[in-house]
């Protein structure tokens, strides 16, 4: 029998989240609401004694000090209620949790078949407030109709005895499953089976499928079997596995690039092996630190003689975009399983995040699926849930405004681990299928959640029916399978591991199995969250929480008790075998059975054109512009452009702080408000040694040339660690790709040549500076596509394309936490100095984009100047002779040296005759110029002789002096006074844009 369960709190304490919900209707929409007080709602499906109901309502769901709660509906007062639950399908963790907590309280076990399920009600008070302006809150800020349901009820309507009664989402399959045979009569046959099935098969793709099924030894052996014709779990398998997230076919496309369309074509063959392979396995080769790179799920390194670390990064765009919260926590706790998932399993000890989305305040005529300002909220709450609620430190990260994110948003995540060098007595990086292994699945169960959108389209819609392709990841159940793992890697129970994200167990099972040469999985064993699902629904399904596990028969029994121990379920599935083939049965009936080799040989590449026009060929100029009037007030303006302004309001909500390994944490400075460079961790407590991570997003630069934003970004992402002190001889790199369409199309596409001519040129950048700077790129993703469409103001649709973006983030080793540094100025006498000159580049700056102004002249990166001055700093940095260093970034001179003085609380005279600059510049180019490769350094004064020794030979000067009076003062090229700002004007500045938020 169900029961409901409301709970709120007492009258006399303020609701916050309620408060906040009335400021957001008002800023938003303009809705003024008088009170808003929040009710859970906790509906139990299970057989309880009423003595059981108390208990649990006393000890488990109740906080007596601040809490009241009933089984009948709550009095509490409003003009409107709005109920707020899942639908149907979709991952209830709290529920989830409940459950578990339950069985705990009254120290019994529930059946399967016992649920909880956790919901809202909001209840709102406002004289002039309608129903359609509840439902308004409830489509544009409470609820998502992808994942959630929602109930308006007026105070008319309401019946204090029922309430909203009592509902059950439960999943309700009145389905049998079955297999379907596809036949492949011709390719436009099979043709219209992709289209209808959206398994997005490539055309040239279709061909080689239809030869294979159609061969006669593959028919001979396939009628032993009962089969004859592809079956549609064969033909999932082999679109997810030819799918472009899976297999990169972009990247390992053929290009016929030209400089221009005049130019000869020069043919550009599989990027990833000419620009990222090949120069990765040089490097690797030359650097004994590199331990891992380019196959496994994560890249390692070695951070001492007794432990790797581990990197990944991921992205989660369309997801995202489409239900931002679930999309994000599903990114970032699904980037987590990577380092679980190398090697032999690697213990997590940090993530990061970038988001890029569309102007937060946008108000044009163009309608997104979410506006940016709701986007945001959602995608930073999903990653702080992921990463706080699985008790690891987000410790890093970044935001990009930009219209060019209407269309999709894009959200990086990344992941570090850390693992030993050596378990069970063999490098703990190496692992490998055998045949007799035992295939199991471990953490969660499989649904709907995570199919590619063909349930949504097959099946008519009702109230049981599940929310098919979206996922909402659960931290709880995977920090119990993260330690469960942690303690079989360490007793030698793992063989091989890795886990199920794209495409689920046909992508983990089927690359898998590619060591041993095959497998026999009995799909009736995968545990399923419900009843109905047909064969290929769970082979493809990417339910989360889970990974795939290779264990020996005789350590079964062991890895069993220990996942007992730790209240993660875990299935044997099958085993793996040596005879080519991936064989799948279910119940007995084989429902597909293809060679292993089908995938890796025979299909043709895919193939674009792509044409590069210079910027003087798409007719960029330079602005002529008057000299500002008011200096000090154009760098206020520019410390509040969403782009360079504080976002404390989203770091803050981020723990850094668990497992107490924080050195460098993402804010510094005297008040611990000002962002640092890079993050640094102590990964293993008894050491002294460190890790530094970092990262770098300019896609502004893309607008005029995806070359020099790839170079700038990784330049930066280099400076970043240095200026946190570590050495330029241990940096691994991740380059995560985001790329608008590159298929030419003249309608739909008119640009893609152009797009795909960006791409060649930014993965020859990315080989030419990783080389020079010696940089393995230990893991990497590309996520194509990042196109959107827009509804407008009659209806039509409205394609936009973000920009052309990477993200690169570094990694280092820190031989000495004790000599890191930081941004903020130290003390009154310290010398300013500034490392590197400054050019007029000022291309897709922000200061340019502050007056309306795109420009040309894009930062470059001059590598023969640049290394030798890293290097120089790195060694001032081991002589412990500078106290703060700042990497100079987005803005330029004038901004950063605003941070410098925010973050000491201390103010800072500086002569604009002495930075180091080529000549002609005007004062708002020195300032304001994004030129690559600088610093600001500040050194006391009796180690200034020593410091410019060790740089000597490189572009530096010392432009200032540090003091007490807490103020920035600009002296400009003649002598005079150009600005004068006060710290705590400039923190007015920089965090008025968004303070309201904190």
Not at 78 to 91: A, M, N, Q, S
Request: aromatic share 8%; proline share 6%.
């Amino acid at each position: 029998m169900p029961y409901r369960l409301e709970i709120t709190s007492r009258s006399d304490i303020p609701d916050p989240e309620g408060q906040g919900i009335r400021r957001k209707a008002k800023d938003y929409f303009g809705i003024d609401i008088a009170d808003v007080r929040i009710i859970q709602v906790v509906t139990i499906d299970a057989d309880l004694t009423p003595d059981q109901l108390t208990m649990l309502q006393r000890d488990l769901f109740t906080n007596p000090v601040t809490q009241v709660s009933s089984f009948d509906p709550l009095p509490t007062p409003f003009d409107f209620t709005l109920w707020v639950g899942y639908r149907p399908g979709v991952k209830d963790n709290p529920g989830a949790t409940a459950v578990e907590a339950m069985a705990d309280v009254l120290g019994t076990a529930f059946p399967p078949e016992a649920a909880v399920y956790t919901s809202k009600r909001y209840c709102l008070t406002g004289a002039a407030l309608t129903a359609e302006q509840v439902d308004l809150l409830a489509a544009e800020l409470l609820a998502n109709d992808i994942i959630q349901q929602w109930r308006v009820i007026g105070k008319d309507r309401w019946d204090p005895r029922t309430g909203i009664g009592i509902i059950i989402p439960k999943v309700t399959l009145n389905h049998t499953p079955t297999l379907q045979i596809v036949p492949i009569d011709s390719d436009a046959a099979l043709q219209q089976v992709s289209d209808a099935r959206n398994l997005a098969l490539n055309p040239n793709d279709i061909p080689i499928i239809r030869a294979y099924f159609l061969r006669p030894d593959v028919r001979e052996a396939r009628s032993v079997m009962g089969l004859s014709d592809p079956t549609d779990v064969e033909l999932e398998y082999i679109s997810q596995a030819r799918s472009d997230h899976c297999n990169h076919n972009t990247f390992g496309g053929r290009f016929r690039y030209q400089a221009g369309p005049d130019a000869p074509v020069e043919f550009v063959d599989n990027l990833f092996k000419t620009f990222i392979q090949e120069p990765t396995l040089t490097l690797a080769a030359k650097k004994p630190w590199v331990v891992s790179v380019l196959w496994d799920n994560a890249g390692a390194g070695r951070f001492d003689a007794d432990h790797y670390y581990v990197i990944t990064g991921e992205t989660h765009n369309s997801p995202s975009n489409m239900e931002a919260y679930g999309g994000a926590i599903t990114g970032i706790v699904g980037v987590y399983r990577d380092p679980m998932g190398t090697g032999k399993g690697a213990r997590l000890v940090m993530g990061t995040y970038g988001y890029c989305v569309g102007p937060r305040d946008y108000d044009g005529r163009l309608k997104p699926r979410l506006h940016p300002r709701r986007l945001l909220d959602g995608v930073v709450e999903g990653v702080r849930d992921g990463g706080n609620k699985s008790g690891i430190p987000t410790t890093f990260g970044q935001v990009t405004f930009h219209p060019g994110y209407l269309g999709k948003c894009l959200v990086f995540v990344t992941a570090v681990g850390i693992m030993p060098a050596v378990v069970d007595g063999e490098p703990s990086d190496r692992k490998t299928t055998s045949p007799g292994d035992l295939v199991i699945m471990c953490g969660g169960r499989v649904g709907k959640d995570g199919i590619h959108g063909v349930t949504a389209s097959s099946e008519v819609f009702s109230e049981h029916t599940p929310a098919g392709h979206v996922q909402i990841g659960d931290p709880y159940t995977q920090k119990k399978m993260h330690d469960f793992l942690l303690e079989a890697r360490d007793e030698g129970l793992i063989a091989f591991i890795t886990d199920n994200g794209g495409g689920g167990l046909s992508s983990s099972v089927g690359e898998s199995a590619r060591y041993s040469n095959g497998c026999e999985i009995q799909l009736e064993k995968v545990p399923l969250k419900y009843e109905g699902l047909d064969q290929w629904e769970i082979w493809v399904s990417e339910s989360q929480e889970r990974m795939t596990v290779a264990v020996k028969p005789n350590h079964i029994d062991r890895f069993m008790a220990l996942s007992k121990k730790h209240a993660v379920e875990s299935t044997v599935i099958g085993r793996y075998t040596d005879t080519g083939m991936l064989h799948i049965t279910y119940e007995g009936e084989t429902c597909a059975c293809v060679h292993m080799d089908l995938l890796t040989a025979g299909f043709p590449q895919w193939e674009f054109d792509a044409v590069w026009l210079s910027p003087e060929a798409r007719g960029l100029t330079e602005p002529v512009l008057e000299p500002p009037m008011n200096y000090g007030r154009l760098l206020l303006d520019l410390l509040a452009r969403p782009n360079i302004c504080s976002k404390e309001w989203i770091i803050r909500q981020y723990d850094h702080e668990v497992q107490g390994g924080s050195v460098i944490k993402p804010l510094v400075g005297a008040q611990r408000d000002v962002p640092a460079d890079a993050a640094v961790i102590r990964p293993v407590l008894a050491s002294t040694k460190g890790l530094a991570v970092s990262q770098a997003l300019l896609p502004y630069y893309s607008a005029i040339d995806a070359y020099h934003m790839t170079a700038c970004t990784i330049d930066e992402g280099v400076r970043r660690l240095i200026a946190v002190g570590a050495g330029v001889d241990h940096i691994g790199g991740v380059d995560n790709f985001c790329w608008p369409n590159i298929q030419h199309h003249p309608e739909k596409n008119p640009d893609g040549r152009f797009k795909a001519a960006q791409l060649v040129r930014a993965c020859r950048a990315l080989k030419d500076l990783c080389l020079v700077y010696g940089i393995p790129l230990l893991s990497g993703k590309d996520s194509m596509y990042v196109d959107g469409h827009l509804v407008g103001p009659y209806g039509e649709s409205h394609k936009v394309s973000a920009l052309e973006t990477l993200q690169f983030s570094t990694i280092g080793v820190v031989d000495d936490i004790d000599l890191c540094m930081t941004p903020d100025s130290k003390a009154p006498g310290d010398r300013v100095y500034v490392l590197g000159e400054t050019r007029n580049e000022m291309g897709a700056s922000e200061y340019y984009a502050h007056l309306g102004y795109l420009g040309r002249n894009v930062p470059r990166v001059r590598p023969d100047e640049t290394l030798p001055r890293y290097a120089a700093l790195a060694d001032a940095v081991a002589d412990g002779l500078p106290v703060s260093i700042h990497g100079v970034y987005r803005g330029g001179l004038g901004v950063h040296l605003a941070m410098v003085v925010m973050g000491g609380d201390l103010g800072m005279e500086i002569d604009m005759t002495r930075i180091p600059a080529e000549k002609g510049l005007r004062p708002d180019a020195l300032l304001f110029s994004e030129s690559a490769g600088r610093f600001i350094v500040t050194v006391p004064s009796d180690r200034c002789r020593a410091f410019e020794r060790r740089l000597a030979g490189t572009d530096f000067a010392c432009i200032g002096t540090v003091t007490e009076s807490p103020n920035l003062v600009i002296r400009g090229l003649d002598g005079g006074t150009l600005a004068v700002l006060s710290v705590t004007a400039l923190k007015s500045a920089w965090k008025g844009t968004f303070g309201e938020l904190i």
